[in-house]
Each structure stands twice: as C-alpha cells, then as structure tokens.
C-alpha cells in the first residue's frame, strides 16, 4: 500500500495518485490530514500544492497535522518517505530533513521544465544513471534550498544532496539555477536514505513522448515495493 497525505491546499496529490497507479501499478490511500493512525504503509508521499494556502509560510501550518505527526513516527522505522514541491517543504519544516525552502531569488511563481542533474544516486533514483541529465518541472515561488555552511557541509560529505539544477549540459553554476538555491540544490535525502524531498514534479511528467523521465522515477521506488 502506499499512502499519500492530503491537506486543504493540496493540489497535486490526484496528479500524484494517477502517477503512481499508471507506472507502479499500486493501490494507493488517500490520507486525509486529520488521520491521527497511519495503518501499515509501504510508502508515503506528501504532495505537492499550497497547504493551508502557505499561510504563515510554506509548509509550516502542515506540520502540526496529525498526519504529519504519523510520518514522522513510520519514518524513524524506515518507511520510505517522498515529499514533492509543497510536500519537501513540508519535511523541512518537520525536521525530517535538514534546511529550509525559502522565497526564490526573483520572487515570481514559476513554472516550466529545467534541467537536473542525478549528482548522487539513490534508492530513489536507482533507474537513473549518476551524473545522467534529466528534465522535469518545476511549480513554485519558495524553492530556494537554503541552509547553513555546516548543514551545507555534511550534505556533500554524506552524499546526501541527488538532484541539482544544471544546464542542458550538466553544468552547474548561478546561470542555470532558477531560484537561488544554495549549490543548485534540488533535492535531497535524509542520512538514513529513508526521506527524500524534491522541488521539481515527476508526476507532471510521466505521459508527454519528449518528457518522460517522470516515468523512470517512479520505476526507480519498485525495489522498496
């Protein structure tokens, strides 16, 4: 089984759901954020959207969720955990993974395909080869990683940081990051390679012939299934 959370606001987790069913083959469960016992999961996902509309800021209402209490709970026994967009803003928040998102560097929403990088694979990205280019959208306007220098430090050190926005080419500097994001982060896992939070939307990209590595991400998660 595997489980994605719901909040008011959430707005990809239907996105998510049909992912999920169309490349896993999975029955999935729709956890309403009020669910105060998470039966036995597999896997949860948080999803993408603006839950509780980001008041306060993003991410920050969500946490005091029952939902998110059980998260915590299943995570600190290995279940895998993958927070999307909204849904790694929200593992921030929680402590689940060290930094936070804040307002990108030009403030406007975005929204279009970029460039990410593998830096470091992982059981969830195990379909990828390191070091491979990928394309994925992206959908936000706080996705700038931000954390400090030793945060920062034992991230690289530990192989911790999978994603990063690059060029078409792999190169990875200011030019091709579009929100500020401290060493072009776009995704990270926790130390025990049980948490991953993402900014970018694989779910968006599992259906369309010239943008499908959505697809291999989510093939990538069948040897935790």
């Known amino acids: 089984m595997i489980s994605i959370v719901v909040f008011p606001g959430s707005n990809c987790d239907r996105d998510l759901k049909v992912a999920i069913e169309k490349t896993l083959k999975k029955k999935v469960d729709m956890v309403w954020h009020k669910t105060a016992h998470i039966k036995k999961s597999d896997m949860i996902f948080v999803p993408g959207g603006f839950s509780f509309g980001d008041h ?3 991410g920050i209402l969500a ?3 029952p939902a998110m209490k ?3 709970r299943l995570s600190k026994k290995g279940v895998p955990i ?3 967009c909204n849904g790694f803003q929200i593992l921030t928040e929680c402590k689940l993974l060290p930094g936070i998102l804040i307002k990108n560097t030009n403030p406007k929403f975005l929204c279009k395909s970029i460039d990410l990088k593998v830096d470091n694979n992982s059981i969830f990205t195990s379909s990828f080869k390191n070091n491979q280019i990928i394309k994925l959208p992206i959908a936000h306007s706080q996705g700038n990683y931000f954390a400090d220098k030793k945060v920062l430090n ?3 050190d530990n192989n911790q940081v999978i994603l990063r926005y690059c060029s078409p080419k792999g190169q990875i500097n200011n030019n091709f990051n579009p ?3 401290m060493n072009n ?4 896992i926790n130390s025990s390679k049980n948490v991953f939070g993402l900014m970018p939307h694989p779910e968006r990209a599992i259906d369309l012939t010239k943008q499908a590595d959505g697809i291999l991400f989510f093939k ?3 040897m935790y299934l």
Do not use: P, W
């Open 179 to 181: 929100n500020g994001s």
């Open 63 to 65: 946490t005091k969720s």
């Open 56 to 58: 306060l800021r993003a």
């Open 220 to 222: 990538s998660l069948n």
């Open 185 to 188: 982060i776009a995704g990270i």
């Open 154 to 156: 034992s991230l690289e």
């Open 70 to 72: 059980e998260v915590e």
């Open 82 to 84: 993958i927070g999307i």
